[in-house]
């Protein structure tokens, strides 16, 4: 990994000290950077890093459950991976966990390498969430910088109508709408029509 490139970040919450001592070492000990907090408060108080990052959370903790951040982190659109850890598992609390997005439940103690793997999973996770926010980021500037009328077109387009519909929708010639189309195609930066569509998609251009 390059000198310069943030390390991915492995945020550690748990109210046993020590615990959070030996993992911070353990995930630094595989090139990745550990931060520990010993409440869900200390961990909501640190300002975000824009570098992939997962969550190794307690499920018992003194202010909030590891359950209870986990669905408040999806309420906030903060959707980071959670590896869950607990003494106290049971099926139900596991079942919970999961369809909650955890990536893994891990009932204490664990081997090193378990939850070294969790980690990897749950990184590979949010790098893949990154990707995507950076392609909606950059698809929604793309969108942002056609014209009124290129956008009009475009939106046509996802409604499924031909040129010649669309210039009777928006009272133009079909030569305007081809120039139209064209110009939105080559802003957006695509090849062909399916990924127009594809893209609009994306966007949210579906109309019921």
Do not use: W
């Not at 970040?9 to 748990?14: E, F, S």
């Not at 108080?45 to 408040?72: F, H, K, T, Y």
């Not at 966990?97 to 990897?120: N, S, T």
Request: hydrophobic share 45%; aromatic share 4%; glycine share 8%.
């Amino acid at each position: 990994m390059d000198a310069e490139t943030p390390r991915p970040l492995v945020h550690i919450i748990d109210d046993d000290t020590g615990l959070c001592e030996a993992l911070v070492r353990l995930v630094r000990s595989v090139g990745l950077e550990g931060r520990a907090y010993n409440s869900v408060q200390g961990f909501l108080a640190a300002p975000p890093e824009n570098v992939p990052s997962c969550i190794l959370l307690d499920v018992r903790l003194p202010d909030m459950s590891g359950l209870d951040l986990q669905d408040s982190l999806v309420r906030r659109g903060l959707p980071l991976p959670v590896v869950m850890m607990t003494g106290y598992g049971d099926i139900p609390m596991s079942v919970r966990a999961m369809k909650a997005g955890a990536v893994d439940f891990l009932p204490k103690p664990f081997r090193d390498q378990d939850l070294l793997d969790a980690v990897e999973r749950a990184l590979a996770r949010d790098r893949k969430q990154i990707g995507i926010r950076v392609e909606q980021e950059q698809l929604n500037a793309k969108f942002a910088a056609l014209t009124l009328r290129e956008q009009e077109v475009f939106q046509g387009i996802m409604d499924g109508l031909m040129n010649r519909e669309i210039a009777e929708r928006l009272s133009l010639s079909l030569a305007t709408v081809k120039a139209h189309r064209g110009a939105l195609t080559r802003k957006m930066g695509v090849a062909n029509a399916a990924d127009l569509v594809r893209f609009g998609r994306l966007l949210d251009l579906v109309r019921d």
